[in-house]
């Protein structure tokens, strides 16, 4: 007698979809493997599965039943950017790309050209650093960070003066100029001019003659008073 080999179909599904025409498999017999890969961006394929993100199929197995495979991909991570210090400063910041193994990564800073990272790096103003991740000729999405804490620029002391004499106190008026971090020295300033004139007060002197030709800033940043 002869007999028919029962025939099975092998579907393949890429993201919800059919990627490929069936494949009619007599039974005993293999699939076989699409010629060519999907594709994503950011992400690397990496084999087909039994069921959606399982383990790899081999395709050296005989077919005895209708199978379907999903396709299953690696997302190629984008870069973790950090920089130190991130308070306020006057110097540079070192900048530093968190790595993974077996990726590559490039970066730019501003309005520079894409240069491969090998280790941390130096941004002098303050802008973006952006920067993205490859792995397997697949690239990631970018990364943007901010660097907003660099403050090169000493603040300016545009005046100080005695602005009203209170009951058992005074009031000043203190006016500087500095968009960024200097506004933090000038407090510290304000600060230390209070606590002098305190001082004096206390030992019985009362100061009123302020002035900015009066008011010295030291070697190691501290506020004298002069009269």
Known sequence: ANYDKNSYTVRFIDRGNKYTEDQIVSYGDKA???????????????YWSLEENGSSYDFNTSVTQNITLYSVYEEVLSPNIRHTPTSWTK??????????DNYSYYYKAGEGIYTSYT??????????????????????????????NIDKVAPTVDEVFLDEELDGGFKLAFMASDDLSGVDKVKLYIAEIIVAIEYLHKLDFTYKNFSLENIFITTDNHIKLAD
């Open 32 to 46: 076989t493997k699409p010629e060519t890969d999907p594709s994503y961006n950011f992400e690397i394929f990496k």
């Open 91 to 100: 110097q540079n910041v070192t900048v530093t790309i968190e790595s993974n």
């Open 119 to 148: 280790e941390p790096f130096e941004v002098e103003e303050n802008g973006t650093v952006i920067a993205y991740g490859v792995k397997d000729n697949v690239e990631s999405r970018i990364t943007t960070h901010e660097i907003t």
